[in-house]
């Protein structure tokens, strides 16, 4: 976003003008459940804001993506030879073949990366194909951000635009049950467990989707019944539409394989979207299954050119020779001897679990690190550049305008349609704000007045 525009928005925040707002939004926050504890979902004063021109580049390049990740998939569901590269687990392989019913195994899905605005660089560093979260928060926070009094002053200069990406999530979970064969306005289940620190996001769901037509509940796998043809709360509300928040891992980890769930997909008679198969992506290797010359014969050459420009560098550690931009490496002591510009990530962990930064790492740890990666299922990626933004917070009753790191979370929806942009701001290297770091701000779409 250009300065001006950033300029007009923070010279509206004197001390006096930000402490209204801090008031004004805390009590937003607080009516829309947008608290993990005592602390607020965003703890600055500013929206992201993105010109058209900008979210235009953002969309259409993530599109085009979209169609190579769709590729991939159908690679891993119809060739073990694909699949081998994301080491799945056996009760993957199980999982992944199960009939879901319906056109696309992500109903929602979540892309997450820095998007440097001033040069148009953008680089993705995830796919949160599972269980995306942060899309009712996402609406909520945006809908604080309007009752600001500074926000309706500044909109006096500026018109702008967010996205209702609740709407998007109904809509895309109700097409799956219609094409699943649902007929009625399904019962949902939004099911996690009991204890997560996104119970308050669920809430935010289940009020949308009541509004809707539909009858909710919040549901713990370990409440489930499977009985008489139906899947069942254990105080018999009748489930027709699971809206999956729980991660397959933990599934069945707790619960093992032959849980309610898993047998009522299996039999047909529950439809849960996000499909079991949408974690095929959202393995870290799917990076590398992309990047990695020796699938590039299944990509278009425009599919290719959008990999190479927005996907970073990524390999599964393995001892192999390989390909780093056009160079001919022995991958692991180029990993060993180049730390400072890769990265380390566990392939099945979320959250910033487990990942190492060559650049913060000390020698003895990126070795050890290597050294687990060998017999653990880890990819190494290249370090990407990190877009950075100012932004201002209240701190000791005096505005504060100081950098954040900025990243730039477009959610999809069936797996090819951009719509709605998570945003996170952080002063530490991992972005994360459900583990108590960084803040979530919504992003609007600005256009000047004439």
């Given at each position: 976003?250009?300065?001006?525009?950033?300029?007009?928005?923070?010279?509206?925040?004197?001390?006096?003008?930000?402490?209204?707002?801090?008031?004004?939004?805390?009590?937003?926050?607080?009516?829309?459940?947008?608290?993990?504890?005592?602390?607020p979902l965003c703890t600055v004063l500013r929206p992201n804001f993105y010109t058209p021109e900008q979210w235009a580049f953002l969309k259409f390049e993530t599109e085009i993506l979209l169609s190579a990740f769709q590729k991939a998939h159908d690679a891993c569901m119809t060739n073990p030879e694909f699949r081998v590269q994301l080491d799945l687990e056996p009760y993957e392989e199980m999982l992944f073949n199960l009939d879901i019913g319906f056109e696309a195994p992500w109903t929602t899905s979540r892309l997450d990366s820095f998007f440097i605005l001033e040069n148009m660089s953008l680089k993705f560093v995830e796919y949160n194909a599972e269980t995306p979260a942060g899309i009712a928060y996402d609406d909520a926070v945006a809908d604080t951000f309007l009752e600001l009094d500074v926000f309706k002053q500044f909109n006096e200069y500026y018109h702008t635009r967010t996205f209702p990406v609740r709407q998007g999530l109904y809509t895309s979970l109700a097409e799956a049950y219609r094409q699943w064969g649902g007929t009625?306005?399904?019962?949902?289940?939004?099911?996690?467990?009991?204890?997560?620190?996104?119970?308050?996001?669920?809430?935010?769901?289940?009020?949308?989707?009541?509004?809707?037509?539909?009858?909710?509940?919040?549901?713990?796998?370990?409440?489930?019944?499977?009985h008489s043809g139906r899947l069942f709360t254990q105080d018999g509300f009748p489930i027709d539409l699971i809206y999956k928040r729980v991660l397959s891992s933990e599934l069945i980890e707790r619960l093992g394989v032959e849980n309610p769930i898993v047998n009522a997909v299996r039999d047909r008679k529950v439809c849960m979207s996000n499909a079991f198969s949408a974690k095929l992506m959202a393995k870290k290797a799917s990076f590398s299954l992309l990047s990695d010359e020796r699938n590039h014969s299944i990509f278009t050459a425009e599919e290719l050119r959008v990999i190479e420009a927005h996907i970073p560098w990524t390999r599964k550690v393995s001892e192999r020779t390989t390909h780093f931009h056009g160079r001919s490496i022995d991958l692991v002591p180029f990993i060993a001897e180049n730390k400072d510009q890769l990265v380390l990530k566990p392939n099945d962990e979320y959250g910033g679990k487990g990942v190492i930064l060559?650049?913060?790492?000390?020698?003895?740890?990126?070795?050890?690190?290597?050294?687990?990666?060998?017999?653990?299922?880890?990819?190494?990626?290249?370090?990407v550049e990190i877009a950075y933004d100012d932004y201002p917070s209240f701190i000791d009753g005096r505005v504060d305008i100081s950098q954040r790191m900025v990243d730039a979370d477009p959610f999809i929806f069936f797996g090819r349609t951009t719509s709605g942009c998570l945003t996170r701001l952080s002063s530490s290297s991992l972005l994360n704000v459900t583990?108590?770091?960084g803040s979530i701000v919504p992003s609007f779409i600005i256009y000047k007045r004439t």
């Open positions: 976003m250009s300065s001006e525009v950033v300029e007009r928005y923070h010279s509206l925040l004197t001390d006096t003008t930000a402490a209204h707002a801090v008031e004004q939004m805390n009590a937003g926050l607080k009516k829309r459940k947008c608290f993990f504890g005592e602390r009625n306005q399904p019962n949902i289940a939004i099911v996690d467990w009991s204890d997560v620190p996104t119970l308050n996001e669920h809430e935010l769901c289940k009020q949308h989707f009541e509004a809707e037509g539909s009858a909710v509940v919040l549901a713990d796998p370990r409440s489930l019944e499977y060559g650049w913060d790492a000390t020698q003895e740890i990126w070795d050890e690190t290597i050294k687990s990666a060998l017999t653990n299922s880890y990819v190494v990626q290249e370090r583990a108590g770091g």
